[in-house]
């Protein structure tokens, strides 16, 4: 009988080949395989560190030299770890937001500040304060309508900070943004005594606000003074009535 071409038979050994001496032949064949196939330059995780051994980066191990490495490679453990990092990167992805396909905001090139007109008024009959501010935007697109808002003194960085005044800002393309500093106080937001209007024929924006008037409120009573209280202290700590 042929022994020497049986199946599991390794040649030269006079005997069938052991199950650890296939596996290892094996991984030396992947590695000659490997070798002359794959390019380590390539690998996100190959490193050589000072010592002149080679590291897995992905698995934290370390090996002698290149083939060791390839070896590792074709391994389950770094299969499977190259499994769980593209597993983790596919559902970081999913999570990310999504860029913005925008081109940022918009710019305009400014013409220079509007002509305005601000008046003092107050209520006849209430005799609350109020101002009216008349803005011209003759150049002005059709689509273009103005925009507001109240600033506190603290925002800005033009002027040192006061505290009892706030801004009025205003703004309208293509001309430059301008702040009107009124009181700092409370604007009323009621129907008849807050008034905006913009007239897209005359291009002149008319605003008018009126403020509310400060309450004055009561201090709360101080609290009595200890000779009020009928009480007499001992120098023992405790107290009497």
């Known amino acids: ?45 190959f490193m050589r560190n000072h010592l002149g051994s080679y590291e897995c980066k992905l698995c934290l191990t370390l090996h002698t030299n290149e083939g060791s490495y390839l070896a590792h490679t074709q391994g389950k453990k770094h299969q499977i770890n190259l499994a769980r ?13 999504q860029p913005q396909t925008s081109s940022g905001p918009r710019k305009t090139v400014k013409i220079g500040r509007p002509g305005y007109r601000v008046t003092k008024e107050r209520d006849p009959d209430t005799q609350q304060k109020a101002l009216l501010f008349e803005v011209e935007y003759p150049e002005a697109t059709d689509k ?19 505290s009892k005044f706030q801004y009025l800002l205003l703004a309208c393309d293509p001309y430059e943004t301008i702040a009107f500093k009124v009181p700092n106080m409370e604007v009323d937001k009621a129907e008849n005594k807050f008034y905006i209007n913009w007239d897209t024929t005359r291009k002149v924006l008319t605003m008018q606000i009126f403020f509310k008037e400060r309450d004055l409120q009561e201090l709360p009573a101080l609290p009595q003074k200890a000779g009020d209280t009928h009480l007499a202290f001992h120098g023992g700590g405790s107290f009497m009535r």
């Open 1 to 45: 009988m042929d022994f020497q071409n049986r199946v599991g038979h390794k040649f030269g050994t006079m005997g069938p080949a052991t199950d650890q001496e296939i596996a290892m032949d094996r991984r030396e064949r992947l590695r000659k395989l490997a070798l002359e196939t794959v390019d380590l330059s390539k690998d996100p995780y």
């Open 85 to 97: 990092r593209a597993a983790k990167e596919k559902q970081d992805a999913t999570i990310q937001p």
């Open 144 to 162: 273009a309508k103005p925009r507001h808002r109240f600033m506190s003194a603290y925002e800005q960085k033009v002027e040192a900070p006061e």
